[in-house]
Structures are given as C-alpha cells and as structure tokens.
C-alpha cells in the first residue's frame, strides 16, 4: 500500500519537550498505585523471597538441556497467538533496557523483577505472565539463574522463529533482595508518548496531529525520550535503536489489560521478518484513540486503545479493506518522522537480512549490558 503521510525531511531538532506534559511527572510517583495494584496479581517473587545464590557458569551439556526445555514450550496455542516467543523477547528487553551507561546500574545482570519494586514499574504490566510460563523451568534447573533464564528464553524464542541465531554468555547472578532496586526510581524503560502533547481529547485524536506534517504534535520531545534518555544513556547508536524496534516489535501485541495499547505490529506476529519496517513506510496509519468506534464497525475494535491512550491503526475511515488489523504505537512512528532513523529504516525496510543481522548484533549487546562478558 501507498504512504500517504507527509514526511519531515528537514533537519529537527531533538531537545525540545514539553515539561508541562502529565507524562512528564517523574515516574516514581505512580509508585505507590502500582504497588497497591502489584499485590492483587497472583505470581510470587521467588517462592516467597527466598535467598539464593546462582553459579556464574554452567556447562554447555547443562544450557542445552535448559535450551530443550525452552524450546519444547515455545509454541503455546493458549496464549495470544500462539507463541511465548514475543513475550519472552520483551521480558529479556525489559531486563536489559534498564541500564544506564554512566553509571553502570541497571542491565540484565540481577533480574531485578523477581521482586517486587522492579517489577512493580508500571512499563512492566504483564510480564509477570512470562515468569510464571518460565517458573517450572526454573524449578528444573534450578541452579541457573533466572536473570541468565530470561535471556536465554529470548534468545531461543528468536532461534525457533526464524530470527537471529545469538551465542549465549552465561554468568548473571540474581540479587538477593529488593535493596538494589529500591535505591532507583522508575522512568528508565520508555513510554511510547512521553512528551508528546497535547494530551488526549479521547474523542477527538485528530486534535493532537500536526496538520501540515501529519506528525503527532510534540513527537520531538518523543524522539528525545527515546533517543537520548533511553537508548544512548544505555550506549546505543541510532542504526542500532531502529534495528532493535524493528526486530523487537515485528513479534507479539499490546494489550490494553498491560499496557493500554491494543492490537499487533504485524500480520505475522510469530514469526521474524522485516515487516514492520515497510509497513510503517508503505502502509496508511491513522491516529485513534479509545473514542474510535469507527473501528468497531469496520471489524477492528481490537485496535481500540485503553481510554487516555494514542495509536496509530492500519484502517482509514470508510474505506473497507481486507488488511489485517495492526498498530504503531507514537514512539514507533519516530523512525518514520525523524530523518535520521528514517535513514536507518528504509534500510531495514529493503533488506530482510541486514535487519536481521543487525538485530542479532545489538539484541545480544542489549542483553549483556552491565554483565562484564
Ligand atoms: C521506544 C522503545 C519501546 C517502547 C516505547 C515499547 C513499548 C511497548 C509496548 C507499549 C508494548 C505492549 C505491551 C503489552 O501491552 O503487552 C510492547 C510490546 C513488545 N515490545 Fe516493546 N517497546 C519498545 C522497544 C522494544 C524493544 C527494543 C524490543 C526488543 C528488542 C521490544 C520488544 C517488544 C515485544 C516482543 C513486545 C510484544 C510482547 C507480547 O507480545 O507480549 N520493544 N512494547
């Protein structure tokens, strides 16, 4: 299909926010409501809490079992569409984006979210859905660390759908308690509208687009999230931002239960390919907004977010298509919006391989980060 988006070519600039913007409180005071809401969701951190300690090395015989075992419940007809791929691919990214280079807190290392403040920041709704779906493994092997477990979860989630074969270095060790975590505020994970304002008429998304570029207004402050506070504080480079969100969210869904979004990337959401990089470039997105119940009618309410929240969807007013139903979230659409990922993009866009290549490169970096390997 056609792009029908205008396009921004000229240079932007990339500091400019809106402090002013809800999004912008600092995210530890949506602390406490979380915590209140952590406590209805049934999943135990570590049986109770209970200190352990974890080798740092296994023996290859060992991780292949572990490896088996993963692979043998990869496909899952009772979850989503059917994989536990994408789910265990966004917990390992979860595990690992945290890291912050300056300081060298954060990162894989500790798995952080077997306790309860980590993985009370609201950015990780829903993942405690994929450490129960790997707390048997755990109980089978008991000697590998889960902050170890969750990668190489991910990493052979990625093998088993046609994505990036990734050596695997062993060799995290868990932390103890909540101590580490406790010290850190929230906000080192991104959200997909931080800064963009306005925010939201839920009956009327069109406001906040910017007529004349068909961006979403404030999408620079977006893209400085984005860019700057999350993934070069963690030592990324823009080809490497775009070759991670391109293979990242070609897999899986949001769900309005975790995140408030809704609905696929992709047609093909099981599965690796460079599909999400030209679709954003080649598909029509319109920006919706709970209110859409045009949606409804056209048989894609599934792509109606949680009300407060913004989208793009594959579907345009009136005009019935047989496409499947996907999304982009507004931190999605700065690849397409800003010259410089766009570069990248378009890239990813022509050429599978590349894409492919280049993902298994920076998702192993991601996953290592703060490990010492
Ligand atoms: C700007 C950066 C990013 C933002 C704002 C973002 C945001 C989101 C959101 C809102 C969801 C939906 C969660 C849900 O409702 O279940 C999601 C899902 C997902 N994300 Fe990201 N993400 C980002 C980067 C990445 C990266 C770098 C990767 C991996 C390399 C990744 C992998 C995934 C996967 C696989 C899912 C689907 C999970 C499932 O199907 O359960 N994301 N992301």
Redesign the pocket.
Known sequence: MRLNLPLLFAPVATTAFAPSCPKARPLASRRSTSLNNYSTVKWSPRGGGTAFSAPSSYSSADLDEVRAQLKSLMDNPSW?DGSLA??F??LA?HSSGTYDAATGTGGSNGAGKTHIVEAADPENA?LEVARSFLEPVKKMFPEISYSDLWILASYVGLEHTGGPVIDFTPGRVDHLDDSYWSEMSYGRL???EKYACPHLDDSNAAASLDAESGTVKGWEGLCTH?RNE?FYRMGFNDQEIVA??C???V?????PN??G?AGPWVEDMTKFSNEYATDMIEDDWTLVSNGDTWLDDMGAGELRPAPGKRQFVNKVPGRIDDEPNQMM?L?DMILAWDPNFRYHLEQYAADEEKLKHDFGVA?KKLTELGCGF
């Open positions: 989503d994408p789910i691919i966004r990214w829903g991104p959200a997909a984005v999350v991670l969100l293979g990242g969210h897999y899986g869904r949001c769900h975790f995140s979004y979230l931190s998702f």
